[in-house]
Nanobody
Framework: QVQLVESGGGLVQAGGSLRLSCAAS????????MGWYRQAPGNERELVAV???????NYADSTKSRFTISRDNAKNTVYLQMNSLQPEDTATYYC???????????????WGKGTLVTVSS
């Protein structure tokens, strides 16, 4: 089947940077949009950024000036460069991808298990 594996989370001081990566593997025919979501304790999961297969990007208002999403289609990998991190960015960050596993199949949403980002003040 399909797996999404995130990496790059950790502890960083306010004002610092982190780069998250998410690699999709398994039976993959094509990947449409890929994105990052986050969930802080007690909060609902929210969109951080998303990028289409053609490179069109969309960001949450709270991240658009500080975060950059990119992808390497040849590697089935999406990245999130996070700069000027603030304590309110502390959350578990989840990778999401809309994937077709056969040419004739409908695409389906897949999720990674998440990577924790902690920003200290």
């Amino acid at each position: 089947q399909v797996q999404l594996v995130e990496s790059g989370g950790g502890l960083v001081q306010a004002g610092g940077s982190l780069r998250l990566s998410c690699a999709a593997s398994g039976r993959i025919f094509s990947i449409n949009a890929m994105g990052w979501y986050r969930q802080a304790p007690g909060n609902e999961r929210e969109l951080v950024a998303v990028i289409t297969s053609g490179g069109i990007r969309n960001y949450a208002d709270s991240t658009k000036s500080r975060f950059t999403i990119s992808r390497d289609n040849a590697k089935n990998t999406v990245y999130l460069q996070m700069n000027s991190l603030q304590p309110e960015d502390t959350a578990t960050y989840y990778c999401n991808a809309d994937i077709k596993i056969f040419s004739w199949a409908r695409s389906k949403d897949y999720w990674g298990k998440g990577t924790l980002v902690t920003v200290s003040s």
